[in-house]
């Protein structure tokens, strides 16, 4: 292929149909959830999802992308590489979800929510099929297989949103907070079925020395992803018990989550660019010119996140419309959350060099660091300022993540990034900003008249960052 963006564009637009209808309905589903469960019972909802997000990369032990790495490793059988990542991830997980059944009970009452211990079970039932799945759904990215990928993403998030739907509008009971999760369940229960003949095509084999070396190789890397996760969610456990200035902490967490998901458009498109870009970068690795096209690709994801930020920005007069009446006081959190995602994006980027490398311990540093910033900036502030202090927590922590990672990669792996057309992008997008904010000052309530000049705007934005792209050559094979 002539030009290698076109193969990395091309996966990504397949991976990304099922994350974004994933992430519409999902989007879709917020008015319903924000309309039916109260503030406090959104909330609750909000801290289990985090549970799940956080210990589901704990207990996939970064096999993914350690499967990418020895699968593409001269010398390597593909088939002892997956046989050895799934049976590794299903005997950790089996472990796990016995304890959760053994100890629902007593951990339900902990945490204050007695009579629901089947909620601890339903979360560790996710967690089981989910990280069993996350190895073969790699085996799909590193095969290539993005229309099967995209198909098995597909049913399971059908399978979810009628789920959803048949509990919260059929089920003759009261909605409660335990619908959401026991409709993910059971899409979770129906995607591990379908993935049953894979399984039993691929003829499971144990090599216990190469499971050793992926697991050397992974597991700073499975502490390396935790940052992510962790500044996307650790700020949700931590309003039960630094979110003292408020009456009842989950009514805060819930008002805090629905103002997140209207920036989900931008962590959609990190989401999509991950699937095809991680295989893509190990793939290219030792073509000629490989640091220069990487150096490309932040680029363009750079312009291309600074475009939904201003899309986001300019037209969330519409977009919180979303949200029940009770909810909307919190968007004005948006615009950080979405600048935050944005450098989360470019993190994975730039952390491409220790993967790359094989100098996977050094994330290890860089993430003790996000981690730290998180901790002292929602522990000091969040009494004060809650949810604020979560947004800023974010941003603050993908900052320090980024700079630490591009300083080690230029010493240990330079790439040629062009930091003053990246820092050119960014200037663009603060002056196209501060229009969309005076236009919103000097339009009032005049609406059509606002949404009218932001488009001008973003689309301005649009034809100067495509020309300053264009100057600049992508790099060939």
């Known amino acids: 292929m002539a030009n290698p963006l076109k193969q990395l564009a091309g996966e990504t637009a397949i991976y990304g149909f099922s994350s974004i209808l994933a992430r519409i309905l999902n989007f879709l589903f917020v008015p319903i959830y924000t309309r039916t469960l109260t503030q406090m019972q959104y909330g609750v909802v909000t801290e289990f999802m985090a549970y799940i997000a956080i210990l589901q990369v704990v207990l ?21 590489v997956y046989s050895g990542a799934l049976l590794t991830v299903f005997g950790l997980n089996l472990a796990f979800l016995a304890c959760m059944v053994a100890f629902s009970g007593p951990l339900s009452a902990v945490m204050g929510y007695v009579g629901y211990k089947r909620l601890i079970i339903y979360v560790a039932a996710i967690l089981f099929c989910d990280s069993v799945t996350a190895i073969l759904f790699a085996k799909l990215r590193q095969e290539h297989k993005a229309v099967k990928f995209a198909v098995l993403k597909t049913v399971k998030i059908l399978t979810e949103t009628g789920a959803n739907l048949v509990l919260f509008f059929v089920w003759p009971a009261q909605p409660d907070f335990t619908y959401p999760i026991f409709a993910i369940l059971v899409s979770c229960v129906l995607c591990l079925v379908l993935f049953v003949p894979d399984v039993v095509r691929l003829k499971l084999v144990w090599d216990g020395a190469l499971v050793k070396r992926m697991l050397v190789y992974s597991l700073p890397l499975m502490v390396a992803a935790l940052p992510g996760v962790a500044n996307d969610f650790l700020d949700r456990v931590l309003f039960r018990f630094f979110d003292t200035s408020s009456a009842q902490w989950q009514a805060t967490l819930g008002v805090y989550q629905a103002a997140v998901k209207l920036a989900v458009i931008m962590n959609l498109f990190i989401q999509m660019f991950r699937y095809a870009a991680e295989p893509f970068f190990f793939q290219r690795a030792r073509d000629k010119g490989s640091k220069e096209l990487y150096a490309v690709v932040m680029e363009y994801f750079t312009a291309f996140c600074g475009l939904v930020l201003l899309g986001v920005v300019g037209y969330i007069d519409v977009i919180s419309l979303f949200l029940g009446r009770d909810f909307r006081v919190g968007i004005g959190v948006v615009p950080v959350m979405l600048l935050s995602y944005m450098l989360l994006g470019m993190l994975f980027n730039v952390s491409m060099w220790y993967k790359l490398s094989g100098k996977t311990n050094m994330a290890i540093w860089i993430t003790l660091a996000g981690l730290l910033v998180t901790l002292v900036v929602n522990v000091a502030f969040m009494p004060r300022f809650s949810y604020w202090a979560s947004a800023f927590g974010h941003l603050a922590s993908y900052l320090v993540m980024f700079v630490l ?7 240990y792996y330079p790439i040629p990034y062009k930091w003053g057309r990246i820092g050119l992008l960014f200037l663009l997008m603060g002056v196209t900003y501060a229009g969309l904010h005076f236009c919103s000052l000097c339009a009032g309530d005049a609406l059509p008249v606002k949404l009218a000049v932001n488009t001008a705007l973003i689309g301005m934005y649009g034809v100067v960052s495509w020309v300053l792209l264009r100057s600049r050559p992508v790099p060939t094979a």
Do not use: H, I, Q
Request: one cysteine or more; a positive charge.
């Open 60 to 80: 996939v032990l970064g096999l993914e992308t350690g499967c990418f790495r020895y699968a593409n490793k001269e010398g390597e059988d593909p088939r002892k």
């Open 405 to 411: 990672s591009a300083y080690l990669g230029s010493k």
